[in-house]
């Protein structure tokens, strides 16, 4: 089963990281996907900028209206995903569990499914 987990950080938490921190931070997740590449589990590993370099899309009634940043003032912002094969929501819960990242926020874990059509 593939599992999405979604990283959200504690903004002011990750805010406080030294350039140093930073660096180790970012090294003990490369060498945490790597491990989890190896073993299988990793499918795809992304980061995202922070949320003030988004644009958030809505269209309504035939038009697209584009904002700058965030819809909504959070105290958490998600940071990146991680998408995994796991036999099932246990495995994927311990795996998400070993992620450096989530000393500084929480992982989200949901399964996903591919939408497929019933002729297909």
């Known amino acids: 089963m593939k599992f999405l987990c979604q990283v959200w950080f504690e903004t002011s938490e990750i805010a406080k990281l030294s350039e140093e921190e930073g660096r180790k931070l970012t090294q003990d997740s490369v060498d945490n ?12 590993a992304n ?8 644009k958030t899309v809505r269209v309504r009634s035939g038009e697209t209206a584009v904002t700058d940043g965030p819809f909504t003032e959070m ?6 995903f991680v998408l995994i094969e796991a036999r099932d929501m246990e495995e994927a819960t ?12 929480m992982i989200e874990v949901r399964a996903a499914f591919d939408i497929r059509f019933p002729n297909e």
């Not at 996907?33 to 795809?44: F, M, Y």
């Not at 980061?47 to 988004?54: F, G, H, K």
């Not at 311990?94 to 926020?105: D, S």
């Open 94 to 105: 311990e795996i998400a569990a070993t992620f450096p990242v989530a000393r500084y926020g």
């Open 75 to 80: 105290k958490e912002h998600l940071g990146g």
């Open 47 to 54: 980061a995202l900028r922070e949320p003030e370099t988004a």
């Open 33 to 44: 996907d790597n491990r989890l590449r190896e073993s299988g589990h990793l499918i795809v």
